[in-house]
T-cell receptor
Framework: EAQVTQNPRYLITVTGKKLTVTCSQN?????MSWYRQDPGLGLRQIYY???????DKGDVPEGYKVSRKEKRNFPLILESPSPNQTSLYFC?????????????FGPGTRLTVL | AQSVTQLDSHVSVSEGTPVLLRCNYS??????LFWYVQHPNKGLQLLLK??????LVKGINGFEAEFKKSETSFHLTKPSAHMSDAAEYFC?????????????FGTGTRLLVSP
């Protein structure tokens, strides 16, 4: 089954404790993105990747890092989490032509930073 | 720059009545537009997409949307609401960012369906 998986689905942590949220897709997609969803703000892009070793900042990159060492994986790293990073996070992937194809979303990771 | 405005944060309907979720967009070129649905505690699912073919787009679960360039609108409709339609709906425009498709999301419309 074609899918995007994220782990963990739920995470409660404390300020300053480094964490990684993993994302993996099995569709051989070149493009992958991370979004955060906050009430009243919709989804905002954090980082994106056009291919292996090619990543760039989205709209809200502060406090996050990413890496793309393999095509299928795109982990999101919070080196020193803070309470304002409490949010619902989605990973997405897309293949095909640049503008026309839909993005496939993972199930989301709900992060709480105390 | 591309943007979308969802005109209602909440819409309440009765089961069996029509649904209208409004979306206006702004784009400096011919846009790609999408509607996504998010059920409680679930990820996002594509309902339908407009990619410059037919202006009336049919999606899953009986939803459809009409692209109106003169009004810069892409409203989502369904003739008869079902309880299972209760969810949050996002209107999305595709923007280009250094050759990469970036999705710009509206703030969402929560659809409430009462018996």
């Amino acid at each position: 089954e074609a899918q995007v998986t994220q782990n963990p689905r739920y995470l409660i942590t404390v300020t300053g404790k480094k964490l990684t949220v993993t994302c993996s897709q099995n569709m051989n997609h070149e493009y992958m993105s991370w979004y955060r969803q906050d009430p009243g703000l919709g989804l905002r892009q954090i980082y994106y990747s056009m291919n292996v070793e090619v990543t760039d900042k989205g709209d809200v990159p502060e406090g996050y890092k990413v890496s793309r060492k393999e095509k299928r994986n795109f982990p999101l790293i919070l080196e020193s989490p803070s309470p304002n990073q409490t949010s619902l996070y989605f990973c997405a992937s897309r293949g095909g032509s640049i503008r026309r194809d839909e993005q496939f979303f993972g199930p989301g990771t709900r992060l709480t930073v105390l | 720059a591309q943007s979308v405005t969802q005109l209602d944060s909440h819409v309440s309907v009765s089961e069996g009545t029509p649904v209208l979720l409004r979306c206006n967009y702004s784009s400096s070129y011919s846009p790609s537009l999408f509607w996504y649905v998010q059920h409680p505690n679930k990820g996002l699912q594509l309902l339908l997409k407009y990619t410059s073919a037919a202006t009336l787009v049919k999606g899953i679960n009986g939803f459809e949307a009409e692209f109106k360039k003169s009004e810069t609108s892409f409203h989502l409709t369904k003739p008869s609401a079902h309880m299972s339609d209760a969810a949050e709906y996002f209107c999305v425009v595709s923007a280009m960012n250094t050759g990469f498709q970036k999705l710009v999301f509206g703030t969402g419309t929560r659809l409430l369906v009462s018996p």
